[in-house]
């Protein structure tokens, strides 16, 4: 039980196109998912929390209009970067938080979607 | 505010031999421990979590970790590593009620040899 499933885990796109990347809880509800950056050999860096029906909340110095987040139902948050650019070439991560097992503090992550930008 | 600390960037090892991956916290309030691991070009798979209780908490595969509050740590120890265990390990913090918002490590690419 709690998988979280990205797609797609790779994708290459053409400079100032948009790549959409879906982030679902395939066997419980998340309330809350978070979209991390990931830099060669680098920690993961938070970008945004995203929750079901509202707003996404973006960490200091994440583009809100760059890096677009939907969290339209329990199971299923979106990553938009718009406008991609070489620079926005990186392995980005979601992860979930079930809520039917309270304030644990466990999150569930996805496989990781690469984005190459040429 | 938190942060982890992980103070080896590489932590080289041969087979069967033991393995230490430090770590270290800071936070004003109690907090929640994790340590993650990855495989090359996946995401994360929790190894163990420090919720409450027991200060030594244990994997399926092998590895423990220990809670150490005087000296805010949660190092990673195990006793006889194999090659499959080559990986990156992140520890990371979080706050109860804090919404379930991780602070991470830079992690420890740990490289077992033959």
Redo the contacts between chains.
Sequence with gaps: GAV?S?HPSWVICKSGTSVKIECRSLDFQAT?M?WYRQFP????M?MA?SNEGSKATYEQGVEKDKFLINHASLTLSTLTVTSAHPEDSS?Y?C?A?DRGRG??????????S?LTVL | AQSVTQLDSQVPVFEEAPVELRCNYSSSVSV?L?W?VQYP??????LL?Y?SGSTLVESINGFEAEFNKSQTSFHLRKPSVHISDTAEY?CAV?E???????T????T?LKVEL
Excluded at chain 1, 41 to 44: D, E, G, N
Excluded at chain 1, 103 to 111: H, N, P, R, V
Excluded at chain 2, 104 to 107: D, K, N, P, Q, R
Aim: aromatic share 18%; no cysteine.
């Design positions: 979280v990205q809350t978070f050999k680098q920690s993961l938070l929390t392995f991560i992860s938080r304030s644990t503090g466990e999150l569930f992550f996805g496989e990781g690469r | 929640y994790f993650y070009n996946q995401g994360l798979q929790l979590k919720l992140f979080s109860p009620g804090g919404g379930n918002k991780l991470f490590g830079t992690g690419q």
